[in-house]
């Protein structure tokens, strides 16, 4: 059973957003892991989401980022792109979305969600929206309100920050 919205559920969703809640690891990225010999790890962003994270950063939106996975290169793109509120490690995706609700004083209803894969679902379900990226597990994807047409590392945070500026009436490129 689809989760998808009207146009106008879309828009009225999309007004009450005051939070961008983020997966990493096949949302931001491809997903893919690539270790070093020298046990260190690469992790490739798109330049276009960083963009896309700033403009919305830039509207007076919060920008949240969540990864079950440690690493410096996330902390280290999330510096960069202005992004204070950076959760790592976190196996429970649901804990962490109540625990930015509370840190943020926001509602549920008040958080969009970005997700690609199972860990993602609880949090699906108690944000006020999501998105699924194109590639997302099967699952996910049928449970997103919105299911984007762009991969997970290939501007999915882009086309979702557009998205959301654009119903807000906050796209002033």
Not at 22 to 44: A, I, N, R
Not at 55 to 73: D, F, K, Q
Not at 78 to 95: F, T
Not at 117 to 124: I, S
């Amino acid at each position: 059973m689809s989760n998808a919205l009207s146009p106008s559920d879309f828009r009225a969703r999309c007004e009450k957003i005051r939070a961008l809640v983020l997966d990493v690891d096949g949302v931001m990225t491809d997903g893919k892991l690539t270790f070093l010999p020298s046990h260190q790890e690469t992790k490739t962003f798109h330049v276009r989401d960083g963009l896309g994270i700033q403009l919305v950063l830039a509207a007076g939106l919060h920008v949240a980022v969540i990864s079950t996975r440690e690493s410096e290169l996330v902390a280290r793109r999330c510096h960069e792109l202005g992004v204070s509120v950076l959760l790592q490690g976190i196996q429970d995706k649901v804990e962490a979305v109540e625990r930015l609700r509370t840190q943020l004083d926001l509602t549920f209803e008040s958080m969009a969600y970005v997700g690609d894969d199972l860990p993602d679902l609880p949090a699906f379900q108690r944000v006020g929206l999501s998105f699924a990226v194109a590639d997302a597990a099967s699952e996910v994807r049928q449970a997103a309100h919105v299911v984007l047409r762009t991969n997970g590392g290939h501007g999915a945070v882009r086309e979702t920050c557009e998205r959301l500026l654009k119903a807000q009436g906050h796209w002033n490129v």
